[in-house]
């Protein structure tokens, strides 16, 4: 029970730390001078979506989208949202992402990992962070949700 306690008080506190900006639950409309971000992340067979929050910032408006499975398995996708993902993970090596590029693989503790990368633009840093997976399971799920390589 306690490395259960433990994985949840670390997810909470990776989503808190990024989420501490204020954001508002309802988008405000985009002008010219402000992008809306996508998570460009296709849900998995037998998850459903338990949250949508999005954080306006003067350039865009970054976003974090949740997701849960029967298991109680947790996903959650990040764009434009600033922040220390995986910080005080261990590095897990990299990802080859669809489209080219490379993301940075971090987890492995309480079967919690974090996929982060940059495309260059003002959506970055995009983030999947997965929690009661393996590594095998999380890397999977990627390649179905159209993130990593196949």
């Keep these: ?3 259960v306690r433990n994985a949840a008080a670390f997810v909470s506190s990776v989503l808190t730390l990024v989420a501490c900006g204020g954001g508002t639950a309802t988008q405000p409309s985009p ?3 402000r992008t809306a971000c996508e998570v ?4 998995p067979e037998g998850f459903g979506r338990t949250e949508t929050f999005e ?3 003067p350039d865009r ?3 974090r989208l949740g997701w849960l499975d029967d298991e109680g398995r947790e996903l959650h996708a990040f764009a434009g ?3 220390e993902f995986g910080e005080g993970l261990p590095d897990a090596g990299s990802v080859e992402l669809v489209g ?3 993301g940075r693989l971090a987890g492995g503790v309480h ?3 974090v996929l982060s990368w940059a495309e260059g633009g003002p959506c970055d840093p995009r983030v999947i962070l997965g929690r009661g997976f393996d590594r095998r399971g999380f890397l999977e799920l990627l390649r179905r949700a159209g993130v990593a390589a196949p």
């Design 111 to 113: 079967e919690v990992w």
């Design 100 to 102: 080219g590029g490379t």
């Design 40 to 43: 460009r992340f296709v849900t």
């Design 31 to 33: 002008t010219a001078e």
């Design 1 to 3: 029970m306690t490395a």
């Design 81 to 83: 949202i600033p922040g």
């Design 61 to 63: 408006i970054g976003v």
């Design 55 to 57: 954080e306006p910032y």
